[in-house]
């Protein structure tokens, strides 16, 4: 796991260009699964920010992105997936809203949206190890 956590923390670090947290999640995945920057970069530009409308966060989307690009397109490893990271927030998946508590909370945006990123990237891995999609 650590791997893809690294790969997503150096991602986040980068000031130009901006990887959004789409990005910054499927990124790593999409790597080792054969797909290059240049495609994801292009693929998940519009879900940063919750589709850039703040509606569901882009560290979810770019999850479930990576669990289909590894093969794992059930309904199943969604509501998986997609629980790991409600649990955690109140039920919430919409960027707006996780950004609104936080906020409420004194939190503070990049550090927020930087934990979201690894939070997805550990969930992501755990579903696709549970499917003896990585090592």
Do not use: W
């Not at 923390?9 to 790593?28: D, G, K, M």
């Not at 409420?104 to 579903?127: L, N, P, S």
């Amino acid at each position: 796991m650590e791997k893809y956590l690294d790969r997503a923390r150096e991602l986040r670090a980068i000031v130009t260009p901006h990887y959004n947290c789409a990005q910054s999640v499927l990124l790593p995945f999409a790597e080792v699964f054969g797909m290059s920057e240049e495609d994801v970069m292009r693929i998940a530009v519009h879900f940063g920010a919750g589709m850039k409308m703040g509606s569901v966060c882009g560290a979810v989307t770019g999850g479930l992105m990576a669990l289909g690009l590894a093969g794992v397109d059930s309904a199943q490893a969604a509501n998986e997936f997609t629980r790991k990271i409600r649990t955690n927030h109140e039920g919430m998946l919409d960027c707006k809203d996780l950004l609104r508590v936080n906020a409420e909370q004194g939190g503070d945006k990049k550090a927020h949206c930087d934990d979201m990123v690894y939070e997805a990237v550990r969930a992501v891995y755990e579903i696709l190890k549970e499917n003896d999609k990585v090592e």
